[in-house]
């Protein structure tokens, strides 16, 4: 058993035997952050793991199902967090993930640096604007997940930068309209792009999504990998969406 809040559900993890914890008024997980979790290299034995911004816990719970190595999650936001840590005791995965309630930009005075195999993010997609009452979203908990007030794009860089190990992996998910921006910073803070998938809503449309992992110290080698389509001319998932969502069931 598990206690919901408010207007909390407990939903199916796609494919997987996992359940979690969402709330519409407060966070619930969305297709970008899936991706992300199905799209990132993980060791598949051991290792250290950490998501930052991670939400209610779906990277971390997503990702359990591919490797057996420990990870942590970062939340800053409470309310979300104890989301997030009831979603894992529930699952049972306490002993695979920790969640920690905190600023991302802590962690690495917290944690050590370079102390993880793989670091994966799903950030804040948009600048805090100047006008913040009438262009943010007035519910709290949403306009902090979606745009940069308790982190921008660099912090998030920078600081899995300096929590990744030498020769480990960082991986983004973020709007196309920011790459350069992602690859520049990227560069700076010594995280060598190495993959690159664009997402599109459908044949014909501009992308709206990106995935990007790079490697920390690595040598420049960007692969381009073949564009993700997520519906169909019928407005169904393509095959290849629906085996990433789900699986070959």
């Known amino acids: 058993m598990v206690d919901l809040l408010d207007d ?3 939903d199916y993890l796609l494919a997987e035997d996992l359940r979690i914890i969402q709330s519409p ?3 619930a997980f969305s297709l970008d952050t899936v991706l992300l979790a199905r799209f990132v290299y993980v060791p598949i034995q051991k290792g250290n793991l950490i998501d930052l911004c991670t939400g209610n816990g779906v990277i971390p719970l997503l990702l359990s ?9 970062v939340e800053i936001q409470e309310r979300i967090f104890n989301m997030a840590q009831r979603s894992v005791e529930y699952n049972k995965l ?5 969640l920690i309630h905190g600023d991302i930009k802590d ?13 994966t993010c799903n950030p804040p997609y948009f600048p805090t604007p100047s006008d913040r009452e009438s262009e943010m979203n007035n519910n709290e908990h949403l306009a902090i997940a979606r745009h940069e007030i308790y982190c921008t794009l660099e ?21 196309p309209g920011r790459l350069l921006d992602i690859v520049t910073l990227m560069r700076m803070y010594k995280l060598e792009p190495k993959r690159l998938q664009f997402v599109y809503p459908k044949v014909g449309k501009e992308a709206n999504t990106l995935l990007i992992e790079g490697i920390k110290d690595g040598n420049p080698d960007l692969k381009i990998l073949p564009p993700l389509y997520v519906y169909n ?9 629906h085996s990433i969502l789900y699986g070959d069931k």
């Open 8 to 10: 909390e559900r407990l």
């Open 25 to 27: 008024a407060v966070f």
């Open 65 to 73: 199902t591919r490797s057996k190595a420990q990870i942590k999650g």
């Open 94 to 98: 306490s002993e695979q993930i920790e």
């Open 107 to 119: 962690m690495p005075e917290k944690l050590g640096h370079g102390k993880f195999d793989v670091v």
């Open 155 to 175: 912090d998030v860089v920078r600081v899995s930068s300096q929590l990744v190990k030498q020769g480990g992996k960082v991986a983004f998910v973020h709007r």
């Open 233 to 241: 001319e019928k407005g169904e998932y393509t095959k290849e969406l």
